[in-house]
């Protein structure tokens, strides 16, 4: 059956890795399929049934601004015509509580504020979910130290109701923006990844990729998406390609021709990559054939950390341009796994 919108009945009925109930739920589509729809649609009729409270997480806390008509409006108009939805700020602000028809439902809080809702967090002992919305960036604006904040604030919420840790699902929705996202990144999900993986599984975690159809349809027929038809924005938008990704390739040294220079070398998981530039096509090829002459050594993680590198902050420049050269398709490999500690070098974090 071909549905209209996103079911995520799939999703959230499939083991992880291990054959375990997953917390990390991610799902990445199209726009205007109905993601967040179907999620939001979900906290309130679980708080209805079963009076479970959710949270929902935003990177700044800027974003918390009205968040009870963001969250809302949408799903009140299709399926909660009769109902309300306010808000109020407690703790110093830093959280707002949201009430449905007057009971507390849930709460709103941000990435960047863990720290404060580690203090605070007996107010969130009675969440049952949370929902993070957008956890890619289109602008690739995160939080420093995103992976670290996101896992406090889960910490916060699950350790509740005298328990250490409670089952506290995340359901992550977000646009297919870059692979070179942290959550990816951390997953390890940006080398697994193929065009045609629709789910994909992990430790604790799954990912599933999904394309809806009718909802690209009609993207395409708008006519002001017809105006920009060439722009990757709009095949972003309204197809799911990673808008920042274009196809990379993998290729042997000797398909490369004329002059090149050596970069630099760095390090992954205690293994040596070198970074080449090829003036007259400007690929940047990747590598393990290593000049260890060249004084430019950089350790990806402080795991990798040794005499003569320095961490990849040091040389945040050349990571900065390296991924625009990776987001204009330059970039060639000489095999997957130059590939993946290339990824990793660049990734933000």
Not at 236 to 250: A, C, H, M, P, V
Request: charged share 25%.
């Amino acid at each position: 059956m071909n549905e209209i919108y996103y079911n995520g009945t799939k999703l959230l009925n499939t083991l992880d890795l291990n054959n375990k109930r997953p917390e990390i739920y991610m799902v990445t589509s199209n726009r205007s399929a109905g993601k967040t729809t179907y999620f939001n649609r979900l906290a309130i009729n679980r708080f209805k049934r079963e009076n479970k409270k959710f949270c929902l997480l935003y990177r700044f806390n800027y974003e918390l601004e009205n968040v009870s008509d963001k969250f809302f409006k949408d799903i009140k108009y299709l399926f909660f015509k009769n109902d309300e939805m306010s808000e109020k700020r407690i703790a110093k602000g830093k959280i707002i509580e949201l009430f449905y028809n007057k009971k507390s439902c849930g709460y709103a809080v941000s990435l960047n504020d863990a720290d404060f809702i580690k203090k605070y967090s007996h107010y969130l002992s009675d969440v049952s979910t949370i929902i993070f919305d957008e956890f890619q960036s289109e602008t690739n604006h995160y939080c420093d130290k995103e992976i670290e904040k996101f896992i406090s604030i889960h910490t916060s919420i699950a350790r509740g109701r005298n328990a250490m840790s409670r089952y506290v699902p995340v359901y992550m929705i977000s646009n297919p923006v870059t692979l070179l996202n942290p959550y990816f990144a951390k997953f390890n999900i940006s080398t697994r990844l193929k065009e045609n993986t629709k789910i994909l599984r992990g430790t604790g975690w799954i990912l599933e990729q999904n394309l809806n159809k009718n909802a690209l349809k009609a993207n395409q027929d708008s006519a002001f998406n017809q105006a920009f038809l060439s722009d990757k924005y709009i095949a972003y938008s309204t197809e799911g390609i990673y808008l920042r990704n274009d196809k990379s390739f993998l290729t042997t040294q000797k398909d490369l021709k004329g002059k090149n220079n050596y970069i630099c070398t760095f390090k992954v998981d205690g293994k040596d990559y070198s970074l080449r530039e090829y003036v007259e096509s400007g690929y940047i090829y990747v590598s393990d054939v290593i000049d260890n002459t060249n004084k430019i050594k950089i350790s990806v993680t402080t795991e990798d950390h040794g005499i003569n590198y320095f961490l990849k902050a040091r040389y945040s420049n050349l990571i900065l341009n390296l991924r625009f050269i990776f987001e204009s398709g330059n970039f060639r490999f000489k095999n997957l796994d130059c590939k993946s500690a290339c990824l990793k070098l660049i990734s933000y974090d």
